[in-house]
């Protein structure tokens, strides 16, 4: 079993089926803050209301600069009648060999009516541009979650943009401005010097 992910790790890659069996990469979100969310099964009552909700906030994860993946273990076809089913405008990835699952470390022994089985732990990860993991949520709780995530997202870019923000654009513009000038003031004074004639000592 993999060790648990933390915050800053690079995230492992995918390379796993969508819906319609096209296999799908980080690389394909170049640019983009990837909301990476494992579900346990498709059509259940707490993974339909979990789907529906970041479908109801897509708009806002993509102006936020982010789009939403989702990945459980069921095939391509139960994707295909789920996302008919309720509309659901994001990829859904089949990890049918769990090997994914295991590589983020949510594939985990289960304890139902006091069976035990393997699955999925709801979990989701905010990973970033450079593939690096930003934002972990494990054994998410349904209600709320998508709203977290969002906050979480919107948080993360404020950061990004902190770095290049607008306020400190004139700081930075008077900065080359200064070493423009001195430069130019070095190279005329040099030019000036090569101009005067040379006294000579009797």
Sequence with gaps: MSKALAVGDQAPELAIPDQQGKKVTLDSFKGKQVVLYFYPKDDTPGCTKESCDFRDVESQILRAGGTIVGVSLDGKESHQKFIK????????????????????????EKNMYGKKYWGIERSTFVIDPEGKVKAIFGRSQVDGHADEVLKALKASRKTDLAVWSPARVPTICRVLSLGVFF??????????????PVSQSL
């Excluded at 090997?99 to 983020?104: H, N, Q, T």
């Excluded at 430069?183 to 005067?196: E, F, G, H, P, Q």
């Design 85 to 108: 089913k309720f509309g659901l405008p994001f990829p859904l990835l089949s990890d049918e060999s769990a090997a994914i699952s295991k590589a983020y470390g949510v594939y985990k």
């Design 183 to 196: 430069s130019l003031a070095l190279t005329s004074a040099v030019l000036d010097a090569a101009d005067k």
